[in-house]
């Protein structure tokens, strides 16, 4: 069992920079790939950003790449994600999940924590 606390969030103008973070409880983090997802109301849950359990290899959404950074401290049970050049449209809730291997598919993730909300500002 892995429970996942995120946090970070907040209200921020476009351009500026956020840093979210999840915490991760139970002795089994670093046997979990790691990723970050996006929700707005009305719309399904959208990949963001994924890595896996080594941290070796990581994957991103085409809206987010090259301004957003998947990390992972295993000592710390602890996924980042680094978010620079934020626009408007990167607003939303943004929930980490903890899976058996690195994808970009909601359903192959076993574990989710309960959202973080972050507000772009034009």
């Known amino acids: 069992q892995v429970q996942l606390v995120e946090s970070g969030g907040g209200l921020v103008q476009a351009g500026g920079s956020l840093r979210l973070s999840c915490a991760a409880s139970g002795r089994t983090f670093s046997r979990n790939a790691m990723g970050w997802f996006c929700q707005v109301p009305g719309r399904e849950r959208e990949f963001v950003a994924a890595m896996t359990r080594s941290g070796g290899a990581t994957t991103y959404a085409d809206s987010v790449k090259g301004r957003f950074t998947i990390s992972r401290e295993n000592a710390k049970t602890t996924v980042y994600l680094q978010m620079n050049s934020l626009k408007v449209e990167d607003t939303g809730v943004y929930y980490c999940?903890?899976?058996?291997?690195?994808?970009?598919?909601?359903?192959?993730?076993?574990?989710w924590g309960q959202g973080t909300q972050v507000t772009v500002s034009s």
């Open positions: 999940a903890a899976g058996r291997i690195m994808t970009r598919m909601t359903a192959t993730y076993d574990y």
